[in-house]
């Protein structure tokens, strides 16, 4: 079974502070993914990355970053986090096209 | 923009009785369909993929595509309470990074005792 783990399960973080969202992948998966999910939005993409040190923007990627310095390990910035970004943040992994998308357990970040 | 839209719901059924979701989609040329259950505070789990046209079934489950009509399905037979949850409906599309899904803004199902 395809094992994605984010690093914490609930985060609270205060405005203006740098914070680091940690995903990991187990199964040598190339594409990995940062979603924010919020009532009534649904699932958002923040950012995608489909090789080490490559990534493309996703719909909402506007005040994060991401970072992807080893193949199993993908992680979300916010440079500078703001109360708008308190939210569910989910990570996922995908090994080929068309396949679906396997999801960590998510991370609840409150924004103080 | 491609959309993914859901019976927006909630959707209340008694046990033992069939659940219905629907998902409509945009773009005629899409080529992969999924649907994830997310209980609350928790992630989504894939429960079905389905590929081409027609019925897939796995246990109490049976997915539906009919591409003609943009158009897939998610049938719950003897539903149970352990069945509530928000089902999310996701598409593939082909063309550029197909490795990206769309999402539904999902059907919240209640399945009462």
């Known amino acids: 079974d395809v094992k994605v783990t984010q690093s914490s399960r609930y985060l609270v973080k205060r405005t203006g502070e740098k914070v680091f969202l940690e995903c990991v992948q187990d199964?040598?998966?190339?594409?990995m993914f940062w979603y924010r999910q919020d009532p009534g939005l649904g699932l958002r993409l923040i950012y995608f990355?489909?090789?080490?040190?490559?990534?493309e923007k996703g719909d909402i990627p506007e005040g994060y970053s991401v970072s992807r310095e080893k193949k199993e390990r993908f992680s979300l910035i916010l440079e500078s986090a703001s109360t708008n970004q308190t939210s569910m943040y989910l990570c996922?992994?995908?090994?080929?096209?068309?396949?679906?998308?396997?999801f960590g357990d998510g991370t609840r970040l409150s924004i103080l | 923009q491609k959309e993914v839209e859901q019976n927006s719901g909630p959707l209340s059924v008694p046990e033992g009785a069939i659940a219905s979701l629907n998902c409509t989609y945009s773009?005629?040329?899409?080529?992969?369909f999924f649907w994830y259950r997310q209980y609350s505070g928790k992630s989504p789990e894939l429960i079905m993929s389905?590929?081409?046209?027609g019925d897939k079934e796995d246990g109490r489950f049976t997915a539906q595509l009919n591409k003609a009509s943009q158009y897939v399905s998610l049938l719950i037979r003897d539903s149970q309470p352990s069945d509530s949850a928000t089902y999310l409906c996701?598409?593939?599309?082909?063309?550029?990074?197909?490795?990206?899904?769309?999402f539904g803004k999902g059907t919240l199902l209640t399945v009462n005792p």
């Open positions: 990355s489909y090789d080490v040190k490559m990534k």
């Open positions: 199964m040598d998966h190339e594409n």
């Open positions: 773009d005629r040329v899409s080529q992969s």
């Open positions: 996701a598409v593939n599309y082909s063309g550029g990074s197909n490795y990206k899904l769309t």
């Open positions: 996922a992994s995908i090994t080929q096209p068309n396949q679906p998308q396997h």
């Open positions: 389905i590929y081409s046209n």
